[in-house]
């Protein structure tokens, strides 16, 4: 028998084993991600549950400084604070975060809106100087803004890198708890971060951590 049948038939099934691409079965649970807008959701969760508890929390409260310090660090100049300091979030003219620590007497509150909010006086003149957010809603990204390993460019765009800065604020949110009532002449503690554009203007802080004292 002449050899050419058999190489032929060799060679076409080659060919044919070479057309066929073979799909790896991915377990339940462990599909790909997609990469386009759809996935969006799914990569800010594993993010959060890869980041929030074990990197950010930690960042914001072994970095916090105390508010005098700050006051103190921001008289040489905003830039200079934040270069020392703090982190800048990313666009023209974005804010500097910076982490900070400190305690107040409640002087004002707005408690009866879904972005309620606390006054504090903090140096003892009896006038607001810090706002402190106490949410469910929680406005700005300073809480994602203080993370330089929130890097933008790992974001497929703005709305991806959006949608972190609310999961994040809704994370902190959960953690937010407050006594029922009125809080004018409490003091309150608190851990958290204050975005700047200018370095005389109030600071509104996002808190990772906060005690109303008895």
């Not at 004002?108 to 879904?114: G, I, N, T, Y």
């Not at 909010?117 to 706002?131: C, M, P, R, Y």
């Not at 106490?134 to 890097?151: C, E, H, Q, T």
């Amino acid at each position: 028998m002449k050899p050419f049948p058999l190489l032929a038939l060799g060679l076409a099934a080659s060919l044919a084993l070479a057309g066929c691409k073979i799909v790896k079965n991915e377990p339940e649970g462990e599909k790909a991600i997609a990469a386009d807008a759809s996935g969006d959701d799914a990569r800010t969760a594993q993010r959060i549950a890869d980041t929030f508890e074990s990197k950010l929390l930690p960042l914001v409260n072994d970095t916090a400084l105390p508010l005098p310090d700050l006051r103190k660090a921001l008289a040489g100049g905003l830039d200079a604070a934040g270069k020392a300091h703090g982190n800048r979030g990313a666009g023209a003219g974005a804010a500097w975060n910076f982490a900070v620590k400190g305690e107040g007497k409640v002087v004002s509150a707005k408690l009866d809106s879904r972005a309620r909010w606390i006054g504090l006086d903090t140096d003892g003149d009896n006038q607001q100087d810090v706002t402190v957010q106490l949410g469910p809603v929680i406005k700005g990204s300073a809480m994602r803004d203080i993370a330089a390993f929130y890097n933008f460019d790992d974001f497929r765009d703005q709305i991806e890198f959006a949608k972190l800065g609310r999961a994040i604020n809704d994370e902190l949110s959960k953690r937010i708890s407050v006594p029922d009532g009125d809080l004018t002449g409490r003091t309150v503690r608190f851990t958290g971060v204050v975005p700047l554009k200018k370095a005389d203007e109030e600071f509104t802080v996002t808190p990772s951590k906060i005690e109303v004292l008895p």
